[in-house]
């Protein structure tokens, strides 16, 4: 590969979601961006992998990361230069386990893990297929060819084993960090306002639940849903909408004064309100998210943001979407939106050390590999400041999250596409997540669903959430009917980084932090991208003050092509001159577009 | 400037979009032209059913166009002596209109030629438009062109009228402010039952009216079927089902005293029971003028009542009035 230009407006060390979007904001304001990432894939924490590489991706993440050696490069120093190493952080992974639940089929792998570089294969070659990734590793499919067709589970199949879900490995894209977007987000606006919507497509979900007394409860939501909820009696529905129209008023009314909500906890509340336990319930747990003991307010905002995402579409669709191919390609989507605008993406390229001027305010430069690049701003996640940087001020969350494979839906509402749930758990307001998407989704083969459930680190992954696929699933035998099945599954803890405080005047922001560098979070456990948005947006601010976030995106058609439109404008000699050479480096880094060849 | 790209300026593309629709318009005037031409002379050639359909494919409201080409399809039909080659032709231009209609599903043009279409036919397929029916309702459940054309297929395939039932039944499970769908019950009940509507029939209906007022009493809808209803339960006399109403409706009065609706449909429903005026009505208690313990009988309740909604409601005080001079 050619060499990289030598000087950057700004640099950007990662490829995950807000480093992607802050990117892409920079290169619509015409700054020149470069973006590197130590992966050969993109989206770092909120990476999507087909099932092998995710095993592989997951092993490795067991291992600590090979050190890299020191290389002299003082000789790339100006005066009065000094250099700063990276912060090396531990694996943002751990306690990965892996059980593979189909019976009769209990190969557990024992082929010691590598590094992650090496034995890990980027997403976007995807036209390799499973059959070569999978062949260093245990269950292999080696000499088996793969059947592109859809086809469902061989239920009647006596030996039906873990090499046969292995087979449509690249059908799969499992998310690390899996999210919904409400109807009426903020960020599903700055897909559409900025036209990133055009790579995107969404799924609304079909199904809300909670679980009570040992089953799937659907959540009744909708004015329709609640008027033939049979579990309610005429007098609870005009209870329960005169609660949720209370709620949609106080958000009209820009939801004035907390004060005047009593009782305050919102247990309290509920207790005044005499609603069925179920119904009950049901509010606290999947409208409200939160526990009895959240404030009254707190559970009116959320339930009131609830409500006003449902029926967006039609009178009775559910607030989320979903979206199609999975979370993992929304750091693409932003990162493409760098590159077409001139930004440079490069992976599998780390940055070593950081080059500060005498002064240590400002960092003036970046090493890669043996080069030198300047760069007037860089953004760099939390965990590669080096440790002097941070002062305090910082919060690690860990997140239990669990990614399985079943066989039937757990929704009652058929047919199933998409469904959200969230169960209860006493003391963490995050409780425990599911969502489950079908084959609709692309995210996995026609007869197989995906499940993601998350939750609040308490002990490992495991041990926190294998207890609640218990409840709604049985392990896989191919002799049992009309149950939900689990086939296989990884539980992992996420850890995120972030700084506690984020004010616009610094005055909490680690004081040591060279004053142009801007540090970004990892995924947190919440259910939406609000977080995100909102860090990237008032990040981006503070780089470049005054400048328009995300603009649209112009149409095709709003495009002057070189050469082919002549007639409708004439464009300025000495512009048409310096725009004539194409650029070579960003299309030949767009990232890779290969979903639409190879569905 | 690198890599910076060449954006059309609004005006730039204004002009574009009116040169496109000038060119546009110029072809439409062209074929336009040539068919009313075409017509004036009488020419009834089947060819120029094509130029007709790539013109109404566009504009479904052009019914000279449509009339043009009924006279050809007719002179068509005419020339055919086989059921099979009419039904070819009719099946056609039943493809057509359902183009038509998905991109213009409120041309009464277009309804109207597919009605004509099938009235040609010889073996019409009533049971695939009310497919069609089905899916156009579902795009939009208040479509009255598709409501009407509905009522004609039920009428002339002479579909069941109990699967119609469900289907309206459906629909309000749905959504439940359609006031298509209740009127089309209003409309069905009758038929299928000349005499009285059957007790347990009644009480269906009445948990799916009570389910809707009372999950919004503000949704004029199913007050005005529950005003249906009253009428059908009065008729047949059915006095026990007529008192788990009343109390039905004083529940939800008692939980919603402000609201018109409910207030509104207790009166009516306390004139039309004119025993309840004296009787019933002892328990009750009057919010915002009551005192503690003070009670009035029916006849109170009511004028008392229809002095809250004319104030509540000044521009159908005197229809209020008029309830009063029931008492």
């Not at chain 1, 130590?38 to 050190?67: H, K, T």
């Not at chain 2, 279409?117 to 073996?123: C, D, G, I, R």
């Not at chain 2, 109170?300 to 009063?324: N, T």
Request: a negative charge.
């Amino acid at each position: 590969m050619e060499d990289l230009p030598t000087e950057f407006d700004l640099v950007v060390l990662g490829t995950g979601l807000p480093e992607s979007i802050i990117a892409a904001a920079a290169s619509r304001v015409d700054k020149a961006v470069l973006q590197l990432d130590s992966n050969a894939f993109y989206g770092r924490d909120w990476a999507g992998f087909r099932l092998q590489d995710l095993r592989d991706f997951l092993r490795s993440c067991e291992v600590p990361a090979a050190d890299v050696d020191a290389r002299d490069v003082s000789h790339l120093l100006q005066a009065g230069e000094c250099l700063v190493t990276l912060g090396r952080p531990t694996n943002s992974i751990s306690n990965v386990e892996e059980v593979i639940y189909i019976k009769d089929d209990v190969v557990e792998t024992d082929i010691a893990p590598q590094p992650r570089q090496e034995r890990y294969r980027r997403r976007s070659e995807r036209h390799t297929s499973g059959s070569s990734t999978g062949s260093s590793t245990g269950p292999s499919p080696v000499n088996t060819p793969v059947d592109d067709e859809a086809f469902p589970l061989p239920v009647g199949r006596k030996q039906f084993t873990f090499d046969d879900v292995l087979l449509q490995s690249r059908k799969f894209s499992l998310d690390l960090a899996p999210k919904l977007f409400w109807t009426t987000d903020a960020f599903v606006n700055l897909l559409k306002t900025s036209n990133i919507s055009r790579y995107t497509s969404f799924r609304l979900v079909h199904s809300v639940a909670t679980f009570l007394d040992g089953r799937i409860v659907e959540v009744p939501f909708s004015r329709s849903a609640i008027s033939n909820h049979t579990d309610l009696s005429a007098l609870d529905k005009r209870k329960v909408m005169k609660f949720m129209q209370a709620c949609m008023e106080r958000a009209a009314n820009g939801d004035a004064n907390a004060a005047d909500l009593t009782p305050a906890r919102f247990g309290d509340y509920l207790d005044t309100l005499k609603i069925p336990i179920l119904t009950r319930r049901s509010i606290v747990n999947a409208i409200a998210m939160c526990t009895e003991d959240t404030s009254t307010a707190k559970a009116f905002t959320r339930i009131s943001r609830f409500l006003l995402a449902c029926g967006y579409y039609d009178k009775s669709s559910s607030p989320f979407l979903f979206s199609i191919f999975g979370c993992g390609e929304y750091p693409q989507y932003f990162a493409r939106i760098s590159a077409v605008f001139g930004g440079i993406q490069c992976l599998n390229r780390g940055v070593e050390v950081f080059v500060l001027d005498s002064t240590k305010s400002q960092v003036v430069a970046v090493i890669t590999g043996a080069s030198r690049i300047a760069c007037k701003r860089l953004v760099i996640p939390v965990e590669y400041a080096p440790v002097e940087w941070l002062g305090g001020g910082l919060t690690e969350r860990n997140i239990s999250r669990a990614i399985l494979i079943t066989d039937t839906s757990i929704f009652p509402k058929r047919p199933s596409d998409v469904g959200f749930m969230r169960f209860a758990k006493d003391g963490d307001e995050l409780g425990v997540m599911l969502i489950e998407a079908s084959y609709v989704t692309e995210i996995c083969p026609n007869g197989y669903f995906v499940v993601y459930l998350w939750t609040t680190a308490v002990t490992t992954a495991r041990a926190d959430l294998e207890p609640y696929v218990m409840k709604l699933f049985e392990p896989y035998r191919a002799d049992r009917t009309g149950v939900a099945k689990v086939l296989w599954a990884s539980f992992f803890n996420h850890k995120s980084i972030r700084l506690a405080t984020r004010d616009a005047d610094q005055s909490n922001r680690p004081t040591q932090l060279p004053a142009n560098v801007k540090l970004v979070s990892g995924p947190s456990g919440s259910l939406d991208y609000e977080d995100v948005l909102k860090e990237s947006e008032e990040l981006f601010a503070m780089l470049y003050p005054g400048e328009v976030f995300l603009p649209r995106v112009p149409d095709p058609e709003e495009i002057i092509m070189d050469g082919c439109d002549g007639s409708t404008v004439a464009a300025s000699p000495e512009e048409e001159a310096a725009t004539a050479p194409s650029q070579p480096e960003a299309s030949a880094l767009i990232p890779a577009n290969d979903e639409e060849g190879d569905e | 400037m690198h890599g910076r790209l060449k954006v059309r300026s609004p005006e730039e593309q204004q002009e574009l979009v009116r040169k496109e629709k000038e060119k546009k318009l110029h072809s439409f005037q062209k074929a336009w032209g040539h068919l009313v031409d075409q017509r004036a002379k009488g020419n009834l050639s089947s060819e120029l059913l094509v130029p007709t359909e790539s013109l109404l494919t566009n504009v479904s409201d052009l019914y000279s166009l449509w009339n043009y080409r009924r006279e050809i399809l007719l002179n068509d039909l005419a020339s055919c002596d086989e059921d099979g080659k009419k039904d070819a032709i009719c099946h056609y231009e039943l493809c057509f209109t359902e183009s038509c209609l998905l991109r213009d599903p409120k041309s009464y043009s277009t309804w109207h030629h597919r009605r004509w279409t099938l009235l040609q036919m010889v073996h019409p397929d009533w049971q695939k438009e009310l497919g069609l029916c089905d899916q156009a309702l579902r795009m939009d459940e208040r479509n009255f062109h598709c409501w009407g054309y509905r009522r004609f297929v039920v009428e002339k395939g002479s579909v069941p009228l109990d699967s119609e039932l469900a289907f309206s039944t459906k629909l309000i499970k749905e959504n439940f402010s359609n006031y298509s769908s209740w009127h089309y019950r209003t409309t069905l009940l009758p038929l299928l039952f000349p005499q009285a509507i059957p007790e347990a029939q009644i009480q269906e209906e009445l948990k799916l009216v009570l389910n809707a007022v009372f999950t919004d009493p503000n949704d004029q809808s199913a007050w005005f079927y529950s005003q249906f209803l009253v009428d059908q339960i009065r008729k047949a006399d059915y006095t026990e089902v007529m008192r788990k109403l009343v109390e039905n409706v004083k529940e939800l009065w008692e939980e919603e005293p402000e609201n018109a609706w409910v207030l509104h449909a207790y009166v009516k429903l306390l004139l039309t029971n004119r025993d309840l005026l004296d009787t019933v009505g002892k328990e009750f208690i009057m919010d915002g003028i009551k005192m503690d313990g003070i009670k009035m009988d029916g006849k109170e309740f009511v004028s008392i009542a229809v002095g809250k909604l004319s104030a509540q409601d000044p521009l159908r005080s005197g229809y209020y009035h008029s309830l009063k001079s029931q008492i």
